[in-house]
């Protein structure tokens, strides 16, 4: 299957950028797998949505504590070297929840404890990926790459990972915990292989990386205040994920317990929803060059907000999907033009310290939003999502002009 949907997104962006797609998109079918197998295995263990939104939120926390360390680990080391420990990594503790399980001994806290190094690892070859792409293809074709990227993970993740997740975990709890582990081998070779220039963020710095002086991380930090517009999306984009975060904490429960999904199905409700997030993956950089840049970010963001509503009113599971699908095909829709905004306003030899940074902001808070939603989960699963669709529509109508300020954006990375 994967070899099924390999051709299209890696057509005229060269042999570089295949091998990258294809690493991002063996990693992430093992993360499809162990996304999908651990709160499924977790609500084994509790049916507490509190419970189950602290696994959730425990996923985002290494975001906030370790997204600057591992953005100075990629301006400064071998990006392919990390992309391949850090996968080695999951696969360890893939590998070590499995046995855990078999045997019995698993509760509660090594899911959380696992879930922990699952994140670790994610912020480092997450920031190496986004990282390497400008290294492997041209400027005019950010979008495109960003897109197809994009497109991978959600067709590795919705359509082929969840749904054999979901099955695997309904003939054993620990089988897709099996077979994720051993799905991590192939990126890790694939990162190994990439060409010289994916290791440093120029070859002229990678030549003069022994004489050249470190730059410090707050210079990250600095140039980060200094840019004016780049800071307000930041802050704009923080908020928007909270709500997100909030809305999402209860969607494993909200699906079985309110729309009565069966286990081994989940993967396939999850399969609807990846349908409208591949479409906007798809589709994206077409609509930006279409309606521009800023237009496409701010309609997204509206439509997500009115898709959290529709979420929270579903009155049966189908609704649900397509009103989910809807938010997905949204986000993905953003988030595309968003990192491609990144990769050209960002200096290459500060890219994977800025994106730490703005990765701990945006994403730092993650872990709260998604504790207080499992939090008003408990007096009602629909609750959340009628919260963050309203919050969501406020922001956007408020920051329009910020949003449409996106297409004058970016036009060099000296823009700040």
């Known amino acids: 299957m994967t070899i099924m ?11 570089a950028f295949q091998k990258l797609w294809s690493a991002a998109a063996f990693s992430n079918l093992a993360d499809g797998l162990g996304r999908t197998a651990v709160p499924l295995i977790a609500t084994t263990l509790t049916r507490d949505p509190l419970v189950i939104s602290v696994l959730a939120a425990l996923a985002f926390v290494p975001w906030f504590v370790f997204a600057i360390p591992a953005g100075m680990l990629v301006d400064r080391f071998d990006r392919r070297m990390l992309m391949a420990v850090a996968n080695t990594l999951r696969g360890g503790a893939a590998l070590g929840l499995a046995v855990l399980t078999v045997t019995g001994a698993l509760d509660i806290w090594w899911l959380f404890a696992g879930t922990l190094v699952f994140g670790f690892g994610e912020t480092v070859f997450d920031n190496a990926t986004h990282a390497v792409i400008p290294a492997v293809v041209r400027d005019e074709h950010l ?37 994720g582990s051993v799905g991590y081998l192939v990126p890790i070779v694939l990162a190994i292989l990439l060409p010289l220039s994916a290791a440093r963020p120029l070859r002229a710095e990678a030549s003069a990386s022994d004489t050249a002086p470190r730059v410090p991380a707050s210079e990250a930090l600095r140039f980060l205040w200094r840019h004016r517009y780049l800071r307000a999306l930041v802050l704009f984009t923080s908020l928007m994920g909270c709500a997100f975060s909030f809305a999402q904490a209860p969607t494993m429960l909200y699906f079985l317990d309110e729309h009565h999904v069966a286990p081994a199905a989940i993967g396939f409700v999850t399969a609807g929803i990846g349908l409208g997030a591949l479409a906007g993956s798809l589709v994206a950089s077409r609509l930006v060059a279409r309606f521009g840049r800023g237009g496409v970010m701010w309609a997204a963001n509206l439509l997500a ?29 953003w988030n595309v033009p968003w990192a491609a905004l990144r990769q050209r306003l960002i200096p290459p030899a500060l890219f994977g310290r800025t994106l730490g940074v703005i990765r701990m902001i945006t994403w730092g808070m993650f872990p709260l939003a998604t504790v207080l939603g499992g939090w008003v989960a408990r007096v009602d699963l629909r609750l959340p999502y009628l919260i963050a669709g309203a919050i969501c529509l406020v922001a956007s109508m408020v920051c329009t002009k910020l949003l449409l300020e996106a297409s004058r954006q970016g036009l060099s990375p000296a823009d700040a």
């Open 5 to 15: 949907v390999e051709a299209p997104p890696v057509r005229g962006l060269g042999a």
């Open 143 to 179: 979008e495109r790459a960003n897109g197809r990227i994009q497109a991978a993970q959600v067709t590795i993740d919705s359509f082929i990972a969840q749904p054999i997740a979901g099955v695997l975990f309904a003939v054993s709890l620990a089988l897709p915990l099996w077979v």
């Open 305 to 333: 907000a009115l898709a959290l509503v529709a979420v929270g009113v579903a009155p049966e599971v189908v609704t649900a999907v397509v009103a989910y699908a809807a938010m997905a095909f949204a986000i993905s829709t």
